[in-house]
T-cell receptor, first 112, second 111 residues
Framework: DGGITQSPKYLFRKEGQNVTLSCEQN?????MYWYRQDPGQGLRLIYY???????QKGDIAEGYSVSREKKESFPLTVTSAQKNPTAFYLC???????????FGSGTRLTVV | GEDVEQSLFLSVREGDSSVINCTYT??????LYWYKQEPGAGLQLLTY?????DMKQDQRLTVLLNKKDKHLSLRIADTQTGDSAIYFC???????????FGKGNQVVVIP
């Protein structure tokens, strides 16, 4: 079955450490996205990529980095520069307008 | 610009109908979507409507679109406890892959 997989489901990080969240899709979608979700704030776009080897900053890119070396993969690194990284992170992908986004099941990151 | 607004909370008794509302500001929107998010999970696409349509019905779900007022609604008939979730509306434009999401509307179904 085609889908989009995020791992791990739960992640704990010590302050000052970088962590990488995985997002893999086998839907042959060109575009991929990373969102951050905080209670009561909806979804905020971190980064997105419309094609391999290209990506753009979203609304809250500071303290995050991404890469898009393969069509199937769009990992997100939360760096130590991100001051408040505890949140629920959602990855999504899309083929073209009209299909909407397919979302992964999310990664909950907690800084300890 | 893109700005999507939703009210935050709705409680409804099991078996009643639920209506969730959404307003958007981008008059060039082409597609409008409703997503459902259950606790601790990702978003699931429920339904979508093209901007040249007024209504779309899919089983218990009815989407109404008022383009003049830029108002979108989702009606859930015979609401069940499994419908308890956060519902997001989103709008997008032709030629632009980015969707603009509302902040979500939490629906709590009371047995």
């Amino acid at each position: 079955d085609g889908g989009i997989t995020q791992s791990p489901k739960y992640l704990f990080r010590k302050e000052g450490q970088n962590v990488t969240l995985s997002c893999e899709q086998n839907l042959n979608h060109d575009a991929m996205y990373w969102y951050r979700q905080d209670p009561g704030q909806g979804l905020r776009l971190i980064y997105y990529s419309q094609i391999v080897n290209d990506f753009q900053k979203g609304d809250i890119a500071e303290g995050y980095s991404v890469s898009r070396e393969k069509k199937e993969s769009f990992p997100l690194t939360v760096t130590s520069a991100q001051k408040n990284p505890t949140a629920f992170y959602l990855c999504a992908s899309s083929l073209e307008r009209g299909d909407g986004y397919t979302f992964g099941s999310g990664t909950r990151l907690t800084v300890v | 610009g893109e700005d999507v607004e939703q009210s935050l909370f709705l409680s409804v008794r099991e078996g009643d109908s639920s209506v969730i509302n959404c307003t958007y500001t981008d008059s060039s929107s082409t597609y409008l979507y409703w997503y459902k998010q259950e606790p601790g999970a990702g978003l699931q696409l429920l339904t979508y409507i093209f901007s040249n349509m007024d209504m779309k019905q899919d089983q218990r779900l009815t989407v109404l679109l008022n383009k003049k007022d830029k108002h979108l609604s989702l009606r859930i008939a015979d609401t069940q406890t499994g419908d308890s979730a956060i519902y997001f509306c989103a709008e997008g434009r032709e030629g632009n892959n980015r969707l603009a999401f509302g902040k979500g509307n939490q629906v709590v179904v009371i047995p």
